[in-house]
């Protein structure tokens, strides 16, 4: 049962993120490039292991949680990749560590641990292939030597340039990624790198100075949610649920001087995958601190921001940072 389960798990691999894999992806900007240089080094590894299975969505999110948050989202992020969660063993984490140590094994010599060199990249994410061809110096080209990897009737090329077990990817383009896809659905390999169709729970938070002027302050907080990652349920019509925000602005000394909660009920007409996968739900709170209200003191100051969905039973925190 366990050695089927592990045959059928892993149906398939999302196209576009090997694309963005093999091609480089752009970078994040340096909000996101300061937060990996904070990272613990136990958080480091996390990310680094995870590359080749986790969506840019998910190591954003990652990175902007506080640390306090860090370990239960890796236990999600796991939990979400489990094929069975009835069972005590989550068989797509074994098998994903497995293929990792026996990448390191198998792929020495090439200055980097096997699982980060291009034969390591392809054996994670597909496993082993089901026949290898090699061929030596002289016999395709005089300097180059080669490995054939094949699933199914689909070949994957490396090329050791000078023969000095040093093997590169070569190019692989989207329609030979969609065959390969196919094929190892067929053979039921393949590393899923994200179970479902459903995109994480998120929501983007900004916040507008509008005044300062002595104790006082005034500002607008914007919370925005994708409605593709919100689970809803479809009653008379209509998809809908219920958010629980919830706003908390400590100042310098780490004393609350403001707070709010509120409840909101985000529905759209049942059927509109357009609006699903563009649209966004969008809140807005005044921030007002008058004169009988405790001032924000000169510094950095907090503002925590909890976001729960009711029909998912998913919760999500975040923290923004600004000083006056």
């Given at each position: 049962m366990r050695n089927n389960v592990r045959g059928t798990a892993f149906l398939r691999i999302q196209v576009i993120l090997l694309a963005v894999i093999l091609l480089g992806s752009l970078s994040s900007g340096c909000r996101l490039y300061n937060l990996r240089?904070?990272?613990?080094?136990?958080?480091?590894?996390?990310l680094s292991l995870v590359r080749y299975i986790s969506t840019s969505e998910e190591e954003r999110i990652f990175l902007e949680l506080p640390d306090s948050e860090k370990e239960k989202f890796q236990e999600e992020f796991w939990k979400r990749r489990d094929p069975d969660p009835e069972t005590e063993e989550n068989e797509f984490k074994t098998e994903y560590f497995s293929r990792l140590k026996e990448a390191n094994?198998?792929?020495?010599?090439?200055?980097?641990?096997?699982w980060l060199t291009d034969?390591?990249?392809?054996?994670?994410?597909?496993?082993?292939?089901?026949?290898k061809t090699f061929y030596s110096m002289g016999q395709l080209d005089a300097n180059i030597c080669q490995e054939v990897w094949y699933y199914g009737a689909f070949p994957v090329i490396f090329v050791d340039e000078g023969c000095n077990g040093q093997f590169r990817l070569t190019h692989i383009n989207l329609d030979h990624?969609?065959?390969?896809t196919q094929a190892e659905k067929r053979f039921g390999?393949?590393?899923?790198?994200?179970?479902?169709?459903?995109?994480?729970f998120n929501f983007d938070l900004n916040l507008t100075k509008k005044r300062v002027k002595g104790d006082?302050?005034?500002?607008?907080?914007?919370?925005?949610?994708?409605?593709?990652?919100?689970?809803?349920n479809s009653v008379g019509g209509k998809l809908q649920t219920t958010l629980d925000l919830s706003l908390e602005l400590k100042d310098g000394r780490g004393e609350?001087?403001?707070?709010?909660?509120?409840?909101?009920?985000?529905?759209?007409?049942?059927?509109?995958?357009?609006?699903?996968?563009?649209?966004?739900?969008?809140?807005?709170?005044s921030l007002v601190l008058g004169k009988d209200a405790p001032g924000l003191r000169p510094g950095k100051n907090v503002l925590t921001v909890v976001l729960k969905n009711r029909t998912g039973a998913e919760e999500l925190k975040k923290f923004l940072e600004f000083e006056i």
């Open positions: 240089r904070k990272l613990s080094p136990a958080n480091k590894e996390f094994e198998k792929f020495v010599g090439e200055a980097k641990p096997g034969r390591g990249f392809i054996y994670v994410l597909f496993g082993p292939p089901l026949d990624l969609t065959e390969l390999t393949t590393i899923q790198p994200q179970a479902g169709g459903k995109s994480l006082g302050f005034e500002a607008v907080v914007l919370v925005e949610v994708p409605y593709q990652g919100l689970w809803m609350v001087v403001w707070s709010h909660n509120s409840t909101y009920e985000p529905a759209l007409e049942d059927g509109r995958p357009g609006t699903l996968k563009k649209g966004k739900y969008k809140i807005e709170v």
